[in-house]
């Protein structure tokens, strides 16, 4: 997620388990989804250990191999993972142009050679029984990929034949949470164009779920000047996603919290603002009342090197996403 939050950060600012669920298995696809709670970016055996302890068992992580003291870990605390390695395989080819000139072309050379590693690491593995998805989209690379994203579901689709079980691929959309300039402000801003233009590259034979993730961006760290319910935000995404062939009961969502909070390469001048445990809470169950079948916050521990408030840090963060699980419960067993 880290150049294309960039290019949020500087377009906003310049714009001033394994569980059952019987009702919803009955109607919904990937019910292994359903009820599960768990992180985006865990670095370190460690660090399993203690979500894991903390009774979240779901994560996002880049494929880990299938040996080592990760690995283990994952293991032994059961964790079931949406293994990153196909969206790298895009996002490999696409960062480079877009820190020159926040666009992407990708040749015919360059999509043969991604289905191709899309094709043997299915192969790697189709047997991996802590596998649960394939994330295959994370911000918008700066093209229309819909067309590749739609071959590397074919693939998916193909290794779901003789998988050990089937897999999703997940396709993650971005965005900006409405926000005040001031505590004192009355009325929130709204900023959907970095997730309009992103909708380019949803199409439902691409997506088996979507996984949305606006982020609360301010000038000054305060999260009272950010609307957590996302009141106007989630319905517009919502809007958007069905007026380009979404259908929730087809293609499940995911809700991603914001469990992280940084000032932007420490220069004081834009903050992904800090939520307070309350904040969690109630991002985490709006999407819990929209529908989300599943929480994947951001972040236990990403890759940003300054000082930073995430989950692995933060027990206030970690109780407000046990909160908003706990609150999600009347949406996902009633």
């Not at 590397?152 to 779901?160: A, E, K, M, R, V």
Request: charge should be negative; hydrophobic fraction near 40%.
């Amino acid at each position: 997620m880290r150049v294309a939050a960039l290019l949020l950060v500087l377009m906003s600012l310049g714009c001033s388990l394994q569980q059952t669920v019987s009702r919803q298995e009955a109607v919904l696809p990937w019910p292994a989804f359903y009820g599960q709670v768990g992180p985006y970016d865990v670095r370190t055996a460690q660090e399993i250990d203690t979500m894991g302890a903390d009774n979240f068992r779901l994560a996002l992580i880049f494929y880990p191999g299938n040996a080592g003291p990760f690995v283990q870990a994952i293991r032994r605390n059961n964790i079931h993972y949406i293994d990153s390695y196909l969206w790298w395989t895009i996002s490999e080819v696409c960062e480079p142009q877009l820190l020159v000139n926040h666009t992407c072309i990708f040749s015919s050379a360059d999509e043969q050679q991604v289905l191709a590693k899309v094709r043997d690491h299915l192969q790697i593995t189709s047997e991996d029984a802590n596998i649960v998805g394939y994330w295959i989209l994370d911000d918008y690379p700066g093209a229309d990929i819909h067309h590749l994203l739609e071959s590397i579901h074919g693939l998916i689709s193909d290794s779901n034949a003789t998988a050990i079980f089937k897999r999703p691929a997940i396709c993650g959309f971005g965005g900006r949470l409405d926000w005040k300039k001031e505590r004192s402000d009355v009325v929130f801003l709204s900023y959907y164009h970095y997730f309009d233009i992103s909708l380019v590259n949803f199409s439902p034979a691409a997506c088996d779920m979507v996984a949305l993730y606006p982020y609360g961006v301010n000038t000054i760290n305060d999260p009272t000047t950010i609307d957590w319910s996302m009141t106007t935000v989630l319905p517009h995404f919502l809007s958007g996603l069905a007026g380009r062939g979404w259908n929730q009961l087809q293609q499940p969502l995911i809700g991603m919290p914001q469990t992280f909070g940084y000032a932007w390469q420490n220069d004081g001048q834009a903050h992904f603002v800090t939520p307070r445990e309350q904040d969690i809470s109630t991002q985490a169950a709006s999407y819990c009342k929209a529908g989300a079948v599943a929480l994947l916050p951001y972040a236990w521990d990403d890759s940003y090197t300054g000082p930073k408030s995430e989950l692995y840090n933060s027990p206030f963060m970690v109780r407000g996403l046990q909160q908003g699980a706990t609150d999600c419960g009347k949406y996902w067993y009633h």
